[in-house]
């Protein structure tokens, strides 16, 4: 069961991590512009949108797309910076209007519209000021079923490098060994998929995934996750926040810590964090919103909430410890804010319960 979609989609996102790393190396201003809601675009957003839309549209033709980008806002001079970057990668020569056509696929409104079809749900750089910076970003594409659940999920991480975040005296003894794995990547980091029925995650480096012309892949290199029920001590439980200080509530995030006792915090950008969380590099996902009236964005958090939910760890608003709702409200969550763990049912509810807590009295 879904052999095909994840063959196809491991394939394009193995080529679109080489795009925008390629593309992050050389950056330049010109590359980058801003958008209406004041967050960056650059040529390799839109160009990796392109390439996966492509690609995944030639497949599944009867299938629809929410993506991050859209090209209405562009000027042609940026549009022809990345058809030029596109073309280099294809076979095929396209205009700047096909360009529009295939990255515009993803203005679905997902069920808002009445109509229930699949969905691929795509962040084609998630973390583009991490990127910017030369940092950590991820490439998210996950599938959404006709009910609006998430069914399968690839984050490519072309950054990531395991051995920096495994500290021995925090962690203890796991299972992998990251700076063995770390030499296996060379500079071209991780892929990470699941799906949701297995009940397991597959890892390996970006660089090993070889197609055949019969839609197999090699996966003898593949580490396996599965879930972990280990007592944590919280004087070693390790939190997972983004980087940017606008993304989420940070105070609110930092009186978590302190009224759970938590040491230990990692900072990062992109859906990086539910890899490490999976692979129990950190335990404690936080993101709180930063206004009762933000709503996230769902290709921010379906690719990671397909590895969580393979291994039944918790993944729940900030509020009601709900899980995360991905259709209902189209391209955004009907929730408000996010909380991932790999903890106990019972210790995740009770930090929930505490983050309501604060975010009343905060925007009460």
């Not at 980091?189 to 995650?201: L, M, R």
């Not at 859906?271 to 335990?283: A, E, F, H, S």
Request: aromatic share 10%; glycine share 6%; proline share 2%.
């Amino acid at each position: 069961m879904l052999e095909k979609e994840i063959y196809e989609a491991l394939k394009i996102v193995q080529l679109a991590c080489e795009v925008t790393s390629r593309v992050q190396l050389e950056l330049t201003k010109n590359n980058i512009v801003t958008k209406s809601d004041s967050s960056p675009v650059t040529i390799s957003d839109v160009a990796a949108q392109f390439l996966i839309f492509n690609h995944i549209h030639k497949q599944f033709p009867h299938d629809a797309f929410i993506g991050e980008e859209d090209t209405a806002e562009e000027d042609k001079e940026f549009l022809n910076d990345v058809l030029t970057l596109v073309e280099q990668y294809t076979d095929e020569d396209y205009t700047i209007e096909q360009l529009g056509e295939i990255v515009n696929l993803g203005n679905s409104e997902g069920s808002v519209n009445g109509v229930k079809k699949r969905h691929w749900v795509l962040d084609p750089i998630d973390g583009t000021k991490g990127f910017i910076r030369g940092d950590q970003f991820a490439v998210c594409l996950s599938l959404l079923n006709e009910q609006g659940e998430v069914i399968m999920g690839v984050i490519g991480c072309p950054n990531l490098s395991l051995n920096n975040y495994y500290k021995p005296e925090i962690h203890g003894k796991h299972k992998f060994d990251y700076k063995k794995l770390d030499g296996e990547c060379g500079s071209d980091g991780y892929i990470f998929y699941s799906k949701t029925q297995e009940n397991k995650v597959y890892f390996g480096p970006s660089i090993k995934f070889k197609f055949s012309d019969d839609a197999t892949y090699q996966n003898d290199f593949l580490n396996v996750v599965t879930k972990e029920d280990n007592e944590i001590d919280l004087k070693k439980l390790v939190t997972l926040e983004g980087f940017e200080k606008g993304h989420s509530s940070h105070d609110l995030q930092n009186d978590i810590k302190e009224k759970f006792n938590i040491q230990h915090a990692l900072h990062l950008d992109s859906q990086v964090k539910y890899c490490l969380l999976i692979l129990n590099l950190g335990n404690l996902y936080l993101r709180l919103p930063t206004s009762l009236q933000f709503k996230e964005k769902i290709w921010d958090h379906a690719a990671g909430f397909s590895l969580l939910k393979s291994l039944d760890y918790n993944h729940t608003d900030s509020l009601e410890a709900k899980t995360v709702n991905f259709y209902d409200g189209g391209r955004y969550f009907l929730t408000k804010g996010v909380i991932a763990s790999n903890l106990s049912k019972e210790l995740h509810k009770e930090i929930v319960e505490y983050s309501k807590e604060l975010i009343m009295k905060k925007f009460a």
